[in-house]
T-cell receptor
Framework: EPEVTQTPSHQVTQMGQEVILRCVPI?????FYWYRQILGQKVEFLVS????????KSEIFDDQFSVERPDGSNFTLKIRSTKLEDSAMYFC????????????FGPGTRLTVL | AQTVTQSQPEMSVQEAETVTLSCTYD???????LFWYKQPPSRQMILVIR??????QNATENRFSVNFQKAAKSFSLKISDSQLGDAAMYFC??????????????FGKGTKLTVNP
């Protein structure tokens, strides 16, 4: 069964460093998302991406964040200058098309900022 | 803005028994989807069940069923014949369905379900 994959599973970085989190969505999916979950808290939407552009972003998704689909398979989230409060689990998700209900989630990347 | 509330931070159930997890939501939209996601200790989010708001019939997936009360904005999850593998964090989520609506999922805070042998 096709699934969303994410690498790395765990990333440790120093405050102020740039990190890139990688995702490979399900191959015939066209809509991509990033969510984050700070330990013990709810899952929060960051950004959605469709047709090679951001379609929606939350107030969390400030200028420190960017997303990219560099090729036909990868979808990346970059944090330019990490802060301690960026420590969280980051989930990538994909769906077949806009308006289709299910979003399928990857296993997540745990980001620890020291 | 839409909000999702799960009022039970933790629940427990005996193996083979039935448990119901509560979820309420607030929206002014008439067309939307509701979901229950399961997050086991591995932390991957797994879709358990979905409900389209325009459907009156409650969704069912094997041992999992929902009680969708649109007027009351309530969406509870019933797990029958609970198994040890059902132990996880359960999140209720909302998504707009109208044309041009937001694609984002809005999650509740989750309910941690423990299954006792």
């Amino acid at each position: 069964e096709p699934e969303v994959t994410q690498t790395p599973s765990h990333q440790v970085t120093q405050m102020g460093q740039e990190v890139i989190l990688r995702c490979v969505p399900i191959s015939n999916h066209l809509y991509f998302y990033w969510y984050r979950q700070i330990l013990g808290q709810k899952v929060e939407f960051l950004v959605s991406f469709y047709n090679n552009e951001i379609s929606e972003k939350s107030e969390i998704f400030d200028d420190q964040f960017s997303v990219e689909r560099p090729d036909g398979s990868n979808f990346t989230l970059k944090i330019r200058s990490t802060k301690l409060e960026d420590s969280a689990m980051y989930f990538c998700a994909s769906s077949r098309a806009p308006g289709v209900g299910e979003q399928f989630f990857g296993p997540g990347t745990r980001l620890t900022v020291l | 803005a839409q909000t999702v509330t799960q009022s039970q931070p933790e629940m427990s159930v005996q193996e083979a028994e039935t448990v119901t997890l509560s979820c309420t939501y607030d929206t002014s939209e008439s067309d939307y989807y509701l979901f229950w996601y399961k997050q086991p200790p591995s932390r991957q989010m797994i879709l358990v069940i979905r409900q389209e708001a325009y459907k009156q019939q409650n969704a069912t997936e094997n041992r999992f069923s929902v009680n969708f009360q649109k007027a009351a904005k309530s969406f509870s999850l019933k797990i029958s014949d609970s198994q040890l593998g059902d132990a996880a964090m359960y999140f209720c989520a909302y998504r707009s369905a109208g044309q041009g609506g937001s694609e984002k999922l809005v999650f509740g805070k989750g309910t941690k379900l423990t299954v006792n042998p």
